[in-house]
């Protein structure tokens, strides 16, 4: 269970601003999408379950652990996924970052290797092991992106925007997978589609969180929100 | 970020002498090798560690020809810039002896990166840090730091490459300013996104750490 204990985020500089609004949250449904514009405060709201971002005030707990005290153990329950893979690929190939993901798990090169293997398997990525990540298309990076994560085996997986950068086909790749993992799964999206095939969906605006609920109402509610923010654009 | 870039210097898979020697025995020497040639300063030093750096590729560890002489393609303005400030100042010799005496450095340090598996040269630094343990050190975080600087270096050489490509094609490739700045501004960038993505994963946790955050 994921619990945000009026956990807020406030940045000093350049000048004093809030980026989130204490929040009060307890996130125990299986899959829940978060939306909301760009800038919004969806990623920070992500970060602060892996502790990633600590909170200025208030406290976030997983599964009983305060993020602020206990990161480490944090992470090893939380996994994270990037919205650009590259920003998460550290390693040249994919083989390499299974690999390091591994390293903590088994001690022993030839287990690792194994485990590397069956890991890279499951994701159909074996042929592409040991291609440069730079050289692999969109989907295979972030296919491999969420190998490397899933590889700890975490018992949450929180990915920020993980479809933002695929086209038709490879999103549809990475939403089937995703519908597929046994984990707890909090995820951010501009896909109202994907949103919508969450438990509970949290819609986000001007760092608060305006809508909290059934998926089909959040986006209803996104939708209006969106529309009011056009319309006043518009009237300036 | 090109892709051939990020493989330079990345391990190659062969089945030769070097590949399967441990990775202290091959360390050791290439060290060895680049303080002597630094050391004694002289054009057959240079020539000998050079022919015995090529055996090395093309006999220890059966690389091609090719393989060889890729890092220098990439070099080469480095070699060149190097190379004439050197003949103006000091001659020719000097320049010989200077700009071969890095390339020879270079090539030693890549041979050992070519031939050792990224997760062996891993456990490889990881045990040499060992000894550092009482003193304070972490080998885990040391070997994972080490190995990664290494493999930045690839990652730099394709963003010189990309920024190069990127002033050409607005025409300001004579425009130092736009050559450097865009490559420094992305090794940051670089590194604050491998940091962020490391401490993501955890791997740059103390083991059975309880509260390292």
């Given amino acids: 269970m994921i619990q945000f204990d009026g956990a807020a985020v406030q940045a000093e500089h350049p000048a004093p601003r809030q980026i989130l609004a204490p929040l009060h949250l307890s996130l125990v449904e299986k899959r829940i999408s978060v939306i909301g514009a760009n800038g919004s405060g969806k990623s920070t709201l992500l970060k602060l379950i892996n502790s990633l971002v600590l909170p200025t005030s208030g406290r976030v707990l997983v599964d009983g652990l ?3 005290a206990r990161g480490s153990a944090v992470r090893r329950t939380v996994g994270f996924m990037f919205t650009d893979p590259l920003s998460q690929l550290v390693m040249p190939t994919g083989r390499e ?13 030839e287990e690792r290797r194994a485990a590397g293997e069956r890991v890279l398997d499951r994701f159909g990525l074996g042929p592409l092991a040991d291609q440069s990540v730079y050289d692999l298309s969109g989907g295979e990076r972030q296919l491999l992106a969420l190998a490397t994560v899933l590889a700890c085996d975490p018992k949450i997986l929180v990915a920020d925007e993980p479809t933002t950068l695929l086209d038709l086909r490879n999103e549809g790749r990475v939403r089937s997978l995703f519908r597929g993992l046994g984990q707890q799964v909090v995820f951010t999206t501009h896909s109202l589609d994907f949103a919508l095939e969450a ?8 760092g608060r969180v305006v809508f909290d609920g059934a998926p089909a109402d959040a986006v209803v509610a996104y939708r209006e929100l969106s529309l009011h923010d056009t319309g006043a654009a518009g009237s300036l | 970020m090109r892709g051939h870039a990020s493989l330079l210097g990345a391990y190659i898979e062969r089945d030769s002498m070097l590949h399967a020697a441990p990775l202290v ?3 050791i020497p290439v060290a060895a090798l680049s303080v002597l040639v630094l050391a004694l300063n002289s054009a057959w030093a240079t020539l000998a560690a050079a022919g015995l750096v090529s055996l090395a590729y093309l006999v220890g560890a059966r690389l091609t020809v090719r393989e060889l002489v890729q890092p220098l393609t990439r070099m080469w303005p ?3 810039i190097l190379g004439a400030f050197q003949w103006f100042n000091a001659g020719p010799l000097t320049a010989f002896i200077v700009v071969g005496n890095i390339v020879v450095c270079v090539l030693a340090a ?3 990166t070519l031939t050792t598996e990224s997760q062996r040269l891993l456990d490889g630094l990881v045990s040499l840090a060992r000894p550092l343990r009482p003193l304070g050190a972490d080998p885990d975080r040391l070997g994972l730091t080490v190995a990664l600087m290494l493999r930045s270096i690839p990652y730099l050489v394709g963003a ?3 920024s190069r490509d990127a002033a050409r094609a607005r025409g300001l490739e004579r425009n130092v300013r736009a050559l450097i700045l865009p ?5 940051v960038a670089y590194a604050h996104q491998t940091g962020e993505a490391l401490a993501a994963r955890g791997l740059m946790d103390a083991e059975n750490d309880a509260d390292a955050s």
């Fill in chain 2, 25 to 27: 025995a091959k360390f």
């Fill in chain 1, 97 to 109: 970052d299974v690999e390091l993901s591994l390293r903590r798990r088994y001690r022993n090169r």
């Fill in chain 2, 160 to 162: 010189a490459e990309d």
């Fill in chain 2, 110 to 112: 890549l041979l050992v």
């Fill in chain 1, 66 to 68: 305060d993020t602020s």
């Fill in chain 2, 78 to 80: 480095l070699i060149l």
């Fill in chain 2, 183 to 187: 490559v420094f501004i992305g090794a």
């Fill in chain 1, 199 to 206: 438990d509970r969906t949290l819609v986000v605006d001007s």
